[in-house]
């Protein structure tokens, strides 16, 4: 597989991929992206991807240079120009306001940059899967509309960065010392009671696209789902837990902190109709 990008039209091998240095992607984070998986050069659920995105920048009031089509068909050709027809690849793409002298009003005659690349992608195996990940729990310090898939990330690196430090793969945000929202980068779920529950969709966590994969798998397997918020009080209720996303898929939790959790027959039954869908 080759490395590859694709800026505003244009192939370009992956080490030229440059963006001007005061686009206001680096100034001021002002802009909006997507991760999206190829399985044997297939993408996965590109189109709700694809939705996401548009949704992120019409929060923000960016506009988008390319329809729907056509951002489906530049992620269909980078993956052949990558020569990964046949592998798995990680497709990210992201878009800004453009660039301009920097200062923080809408720029009136900035032009969208639209950045993609595609690299190789490694899932977990699963042996390690079968183990379960370490999690810890963190204040959740973000902005307000976390429903935006927004380039501003500084708290979930923070947030990620506590985990490593602890041992962990990820950390659980926990909104004023009450309840789960959701990981640094992922949703979470838990099973309590034999009902799985996970934080419902607002402004205060993303609408995952394997997180709603799940919904379904879900309702499919005849497993009761209850999206209200999963409140530090009720950890020791919980049975079974995991976390979602478009590069971890369907991870086991095995402890929150000190708290130790089993994978369970629930959520194994879940990666297991998982994984028939990338095929």
């Given amino acids: 597989m080759r490395q590859i990008a694709f800026i505003n039209g244009k192939f370009l091998k992956w080490e030229d ?14 802009g909006v992206y997507e991760v999206v998986v190829a399985y044997g050069g297939k993408p996965f659920h590109a189109e709700a991807h694809i939705e996401r995105l548009l949704y992120s920048a019409s929060q923000i009031e960016l506009p988008v240079p390319y329809s729907p089509d056509e951002i489906l068909d530049i992620i269909l050709q980078a993956i052949r120009e990558a020569e990964a027809e046949d592998e798995d690849s990680m497709i990210y793409f992201q878009l800004s306001r453009g660039f301009s002298p920097r200062d923080h009003v809408f720029p009136e005659d900035a032009e969208p940059t639209f950045y993609l690349t595609v690299k190789p992608f490694h899932p977990m195996p699963m042996d390690e899967r079968r183990r379960g990940v370490k999690t810890v729990t963190y204040p959740d310090i973000r902005w307000a509309r976390c429903d935006i898939k927004s380039l501003n990330l500084l708290p979930n690196v923070m947030a990620r960065e506590y985990a490593k430090r602890k041992g962990a793969l990820e950390s659980l945000f926990v909104k004023d010392g009450v309840k789960i929202t959701e990981a640094s980068s992922s949703n979470f779920f838990a099973f309590i009671d034999g009902r799985l529950w996970t934080h419902p969709l607002s402004n205060e966590i993303l609408s995952g696209i394997t997180r709603g994969i799940v919904l379904k798998l879900s309702k499919k397997l005849g497993i009761e789902v209850v999206e209200r918020p999963i409140l530090l009080s009720m950890l020791e209720e919980i049975e079974e837990a995991f976390i979602t996303s478009t590069t971890k898929e369907i991870i086991p939790v095995s402890s929150i902190d000190s708290l130790r959790l089993p994978v369970g027959e629930k959520t194994m039954s879940l990666i297991e109709e998982f994984q028939k869908l990338k095929k």
Wanted: aromatic share 8%.
């Fill in 17 to 30: 991929a440059l963006i001007h240095a005061e686009d206001r992607a680096s100034n001021f984070g002002d």
